[in-house]
């Protein structure tokens, strides 16, 4: 029997008196895997309104196991691509996207950038043309009206609304500055994200959610001291795409749970009990 069939008669049940056949058939449906969604989408049109919102609660359990799954890979791949990282992030709400687009503003961003930055030779010189270019000419700025929108978060919103928070806006503008061979990393600091320049004994700071401004070794510890933290060495180092990746998930859950959308909320706690699982059982096998 073809898979097509297959869904078609298991629908068919959804519905039918006996408890136990219809919860089979329930069960049967959401283990069928992603294969299944277009047949039971093209179904929700020739059944009741009960049996389309069973269709519709079996779409999104199939789409969200598949997500898991997804995420499981990516934690469990010891080379995780930072930019790979933020898009599964805003799978989570914009699951239809297609990030390949986003890959090329990306691109066509950081070949502007190249032409701004080329004649540049100094370092300070360099930095202060790349955060003209982000914050000035792109208008990149932290969204200080209303930092728990969920849409601060995912990476495709940043990047066509120019509105962020600090860990997406550096984030945009890290994948930008690689691209056009710049050495900028992430740093996460306590409440705070930030990027980091370092080559050759050069190493300054650059806040992105206050426009790019300039920040020491210096500026950064105090920011560290003033918020009750200690042992400050252990902040600078370069943030890993897990650590970044982990961390949107994190203030992902604040931002819907701030918002009333505790189901999503809950969703996104299993997911970071999922990470951490990953990684408890990554640093045992080490």
């Not at 969920?150 to 940043?158: C, G, H, K, Q, T």
């Amino acid at each position: 029997m073809s898979l097509e069939k297959r869904i078609i008669s298991l629908v068919r049940l959804l519905d039918d008196e006996d408890a136990f056949i219809s919860k089979v058939a329930y069960e049967k449906l959401v283990n069928s895997g992603d294969g299944a969604i277009p047949v039971l989408l093209s179904l929700r049109e020739t059944v009741s309104e009960n049996l389309r919102n069973l269709l519709d609660e079996i779409v999104e359990t199939i789409r969200y196991r598949s997500y898991l799954g997804e995420i499981a890979s990516y934690f469990n791949d010891a080379e995780r691509d930072i930019e790979r990282g933020a898009y599964l992030v805003a799978k989570f709400a914009y699951s239809d996207v297609n990030f390949k687009e986003y890959s090329e503003k990306l691109d066509l961003m950081a070949f502007e950038l190249r032409r701004r930055i080329y004649t540049k030779e100094s370092f300070d010189d360099i930095v202060d043309a790349v955060n003209k270019f982000f914050f000035v000419e792109k208008g990149f700025r932290g969204n200080f009206e209303n930092y728990y929108e969920p849409d601060n978060i995912f990476i495709n919103r940043v990047i066509d609304r120019r509105l962020g928070i600090s860990i997406t806006l550096s984030l945009v503008y890290i994948l930008v500055g690689r691209r056009a061979n710049l050495p900028v990393y992430g740093v996460a600091l306590p409440g705070n994200f930030i990027v980091k320049y370092e080559s050759n004994g050069f190493e300054i700071y650059v806040d992105t959610f206050n426009g790019g401004r300039i920040m020491s070794r210096a500026d950064c510890e105090r920011l560290i001291s003033q918020l009750g933290y200690s042992q400050k060495q252990k902040y600078f180092g370069r943030a890993t795409a897990g650590t970044i990746v982990k961390r949107m998930f994190e203030i992902l859950v604040l931002s819907y749970r701030n918002n009333g959308y505790l189901e999503k909320a809950r969703k996104l706690d299993e997911i970071i009990k999922l990470i951490e699982f990953i990684d408890e059982n990554l640093h045992a096998d080490r």
